[in-house]
């Protein structure tokens, strides 16, 4: 067939034209054979991976062609050629860019845009080549373009045949089980049956948490066998009484999630363990006067990584990483479902179970690089496993901000602990009673306040436009960054505070010499005379707390009102 190109044009040219209909027919598969659930087949990942590759290559060998081709043809100048010529140089070109781009930033929806150019551009590139071919000076035959589409449709057919040959089950997804948010089908509300501890067989009781096999599995699972540098650990308590500068089983999640893991690891949630001083002194009393399997009432929502793999029974070394881990990231992301509403670390966790990335076990090198480029080609995956659909119900909270105490933890009755859960289920902010008032405008659950939508100051893929969920947990404990010498985070936390939560009004003031009532104090301005003792009569009110004030626990968390009294000039006359 007649031809401008030389010899050894005519066989790069054929390469091209091979590797292009390889990388067409795998676009196409990987368009039709999308993952289902938390399934993606190996086959489908050495497909993308050699997506990736071939792509690059032709890229290249591409590059390469367009430069000897245009020294040949710049003489024989051809409008419709060079036009259609040159829009296939600027689609090859950009479907790189766009490839490129979503494997630095991620296929998320903020970048949804990005993903599609690319499919769109995928489409657009051959027909524009066919396009250049038929206005060319020497047009291919059509036996050539008919066994072109042959090969193209022998390939895909073979790739999606081999990818159904080997296609493996779907995971059994506990969590959506009755069309529920719970493991149980059903209304757990109806009847309502109390069951605020397992069988006393259950190697965890009388924490309420549950594992595939029913037995401990090894701490790595929690940690994500991360357990960061033991004499680092060492040093960090000793000097400070906690590991401040080690942040244990988030070292892998903040390749992609710099943003979250560095909210996270100055958050109570991460000092919920032996590293938090209070709790530490409190848990060892408890171990002490009721004994160490009792202290798994604790366990199961402040020390998983102990308690799951068997250590609480045991002495607990305060040093060793596990009890400095507090709650990882995979303390919450790995839970499948919640039991109930009953609390008392009520959850269902997954034993170990393969990653369906391919070298998802590496922590460093080429493996965990090959990792984290499939993650961010293929997020969806990932995220069905890591944000189940309950992790948006304020029940996944209850898990552990619920509590009892009955007989196998005080040796006394059943007492009801920290309940935020059913505070907020009846509370204004939830808009769930119709006793309340001063609503805010939409109701908001757990989530929607102590994990609001903030500003991202570093690069994080689960960013939408520019914010991701807060993972600082802001409430009202500042003990902890206080005790952290932290003081951004006790800032953050007053702000949350100060953020039209409660409401102070002074109502008025009663004279005790005489007993008279002064009312509208803004306005009445009543003159106090040194040495007079006054009653003010003050109303202290939730408004933007979606559950008792203080929350927490009961019997010890108090609230104090301070009252300071100044002159006309500011100087403090009094304060109680």
Known sequence: MPSLLTR??????????????????????????????????????????????????????????????????????????????????????LLFASGIFILSEANSLQHRWIFWSHRILAVLAPAVYVTHRLVSHFRPA???????????????????????????????????????????????????????????SSPFWPSRTTTD?????????????????????????????????????????????AEIVAQ??????????????????SVERFRKERGKKASQWCAGCHDPAIMLAGNMEKEIDPLTPESQAGLTCLACHAIESIHGIEGNGGYHIADERPSPYLFDTDSSGLGRATADLLIKSKPTVHKRQMLKPFFRDPVFCSACHKVSLDVPVNGYR????????????????????????????????????????????????????????????????????FLRG??????????????????????????????????????????????????????????GVGHTFPGGTNDSNEAWVELTISDERGNTLGRR
């Open 8 to 93: 050894g044009q005519k066989r790069l040219l054929s390469l091209l034209l091979a590797l292009g209909l390889y990388i067409l027919a795998n676009s196409a598969y990987l368009v039709v054979s999308q993952p289902r659930e938390e399934v993606l087949p190996v086959f489908y990942q050495v497909m993308l991976l050699s997506h990736l590759a071939v792509g690059g290559l032709l890229l290249v060998l591409a590059t390469v062609f367009i430069f000897w081709h245009l020294r040949r043809v710049k003489a024989l100048w051809h409008r419709s050629a060079a036009a259609s010529g040159g829009g296939l140089a600027l689609a090859v070109y």
């Open 142 to 200: 059509p036996r050539a373009l008919a066994r072109a589409g042959l090969v193209f449709a022998g390939l895909l057919l073979l790739m999606v045949g081999f990818h159904h040959s080997t296609l493996p089950d779907d995971p059994i997804r506990v969590w959506e089980a009755g069309g529920e948010t719970y493991a149980a089908a059903g209304d757990p509300f109806i009847p309502f049956e109390p069951d605020n501890y397992p069988d006393p």
């Open 213 to 257: 096999s029913g037995n401990y599995f090894p701490a790595r699972i929690i940690t994500r066998n991360e357990r960061g540098d033991f004499e680092r650990i060492r040093a960090d308590v000793e000097r400070l009484g906690f590991a401040a500068t080690t942040a244990l089983g988030a070292q892998t999640c903040a390749r992609c999630h």
């Open 264 to 281: 996270w690891k100055r958050s109570a949630h991460r000092f919920a363990s032996f590293n938090n001083p209070l709790y530490r002194a």
């Open 414 to 481: 059943y007492l009801r602990g920290q309940d935020e859960f059913d505070a907020s289920l009846s509370s204004g902010v939830a808009h769930g009673s119709a006793g309340t008032f001063y609503l805010p405008d939409q109701p908001k659950n757990c989530q929607e306040c102590h994990m609001p939508r903030v500003e991202a100051r570093l690069p994080d893929v689960s960013a939408k436009a520019g914010k991701v969920r807060s993972h600082l947990f802001l409430a009202v404990n500042d003990a902890l960054p």
């Open 486 to 543: 932290d003081p951004e985070m006790r800032e953050q936390i007053y702000a949350f505070l100060r953020d039209r939560k409660l409401r102070i009004d002074v109502f008025a003031l009663q004279r005790t010499r005489d007993g008279a009532r002064v009312l509208a104090l803004d306005r009445a301005k009543p003159v106090l005379v040194e040495g007079e003792e006054v009653v003010f009569e003050v109303v202290v009110r939730t408004v």
